[in-house]
């Protein structure tokens, strides 16, 4: 009888223990959260960035901090910058221009005619003589139509405006008459009758054979319109200007040796205000 007792109690035991968990809970079918298997949920970011010729990487994370990393191609395309200017074009002679990539240094090269007209013709000295006319109780006058107006007193005021050597310290100075011969010569063709018209300045000192001259200011707004030709390195220009001194628009009819090409200023022959602008001009 023994012996069932304790075959029934050892049944009860083991039936308790398959029931239930430590805390009581059931425990047959389920297993506890904590044991479940983990799933990797991953976020991609670019970690370095590719360019034209390097390898970029893209790093993978899980909130778990696993993590792993992939290429990323090298793109093959530039980051090119603007294009700069080598040399500049002029009429008859393409320009020069560069654009280097900002990743790995890469550098082209192409021609341009950008800006020729302007390069080719657009010198200080035509703004320099056409700021100035001829001044009379305080006004100053307009220049004809059809004259000339490269002038004695003009090329002084050029003069006044640009020249920067050892004669000058102030906007006030005093120059020799050799000097300013000397200054002009490489932009006018200098006669001995615009030498003479010179002397006859009221700011010319026969006793010292030197000008005052003071700096004139300035006011005009110059535009190349376009050019003719005339074989070899002559050329006639045409100009529009707006001058504080008219209240109509002038056209200027200027014929010009074009010495730029050989590293030399061009130099002005004659300059004559026009009523309007011809029609067979290269622009």
């Known amino acids: 009888m ?24 059931e425990t047959t079918g389920s297993t506890p959260e904590a044991t479940k298997p983990h799933t990797h949920d991953y976020t991609g970011e670019v970690t370095t960035a590719a360019t034209c010729d390097k390898e970029g990487v893209k790093t993978f994370t899980c909130a778990c901090g696993d993590s792993y990393t992939e290429k990323i191609d090298a793109t093959g395309e530039h980051t090119w910058g603007n294009w700069k200017t080598e040399t500049e074009a002029l009429i008859g002679r393409d320009g020069t221009q560069t654009r280097t990539c900002s990743a790995c240094a890469a550098a082209e090269s192409r021609r341009t005619t950008e800006g020729a007209l302007q390069n080719s013709f657009g010198e200080y ?37 640009q020249y920067n050597g050892p004669d000058r310290t102030d906007e006030e100075f005093t120059i020799s008459f050799d000097a300013v011969v000397e200054f002009l010569s490489p932009y006018f063709y200098i006669t001995e009758s615009i030498k003479a018209e010179m002397k006859q300045d009221y700011r010319y000192d026969a006793a010292t054979d030197r000008f005052n001259l003071n700096y004139p200011g300035s006011g005009l707004n110059m535009d190349v319109r376009g050019y003719v030709h005339n074989g070899g390195n002559r050329y006639t220009v045409y100009y529009y200007t707006e001058t504080p001194y008219f209240d109509y628009p002038s056209y200027w009819k200027v014929e010009i040796e074009f010495l730029l090409p050989e590293g030399q200023p061009n130099k002005y022959l004659s300059i004559i205000r026009i009523p309007e602008l011809p029609e067979n001009i290269t622009k």
Do not use: Y
């Open 2 to 25: 023994k012996k069932i007792l304790i075959l029934l109690l050892t049944a009860l035991l083991l039936l308790g223990l398959t029931a239930c968990g430590e805390d009581g809970s």
């Open 125 to 161: 000295g035509i703004e320099r003589l056409m700021e100035h006319w001829p001044v009379e109780n305080g006004w100053a006058q307009e220049v004809p139509l059809q004259e000339e107006a490269i002038r004695g007193f003009m090329l002084l005021h050029f003069v006044s405006a």
